[in-house]
């Protein structure tokens, strides 16, 4: 069956950097487009970036210049480079596959100092 499994969350200080992974199995993982969402308390799940089975990518405005999804095809993951974090950033960030609802448990992410 499908599984998305996330790691990498944590706490960090405004202006920090955090790489969040989220290990695929269970699906052809090369074909298919994944992305990151997140949701912060008391808001809805928002997308962050999306990355194709090529690699071609789209972000966020309030991510752009910051963050960097990538994929390695034969790791079966996707990662998300986070830099220059923000308290705003602070919510469970999702790892998802296009085709089908399939999530992982999410990660959490805090900013503060």
């Known amino acids: 069956q499908v599984q998305l499994v996330e790691s990498g969350g944590g706490l960090v200080q405004p202006g920090g950097s955090l790489r969040l992974s989220c290990a695929a199995s269970?699906?052809?993982?090369?074909?298919?487009?994944m992305a990151w969402f997140r949701q912060a308390p008391g808001k809805q799940r928002e997308l962050v970036a999306t990355?194709?089975?090529?690699?071609?990518?789209n972000y966020a405005d309030s991510v752009k210049g910051r963050f960097t999804i990538s994929r390695d095809n034969i790791k079966n993951t996707v990662y998300l480079q986070m830099n220059r974090l923000k308290p705003e950033d602070t919510a469970v960030y999702y790892c998802?596959?296009?085709?089908?609802?399939?999530w992982g448990q999410g990660t959490q992410v805090t900013v503060s100092s």
């Open positions: 998802h596959r296009f085709g089908g609802e399939y």
């Open positions: 269970g699906f052809t993982f090369s074909i298919y487009v």
């Open positions: 990355i194709a089975s090529r690699g071609s990518t």
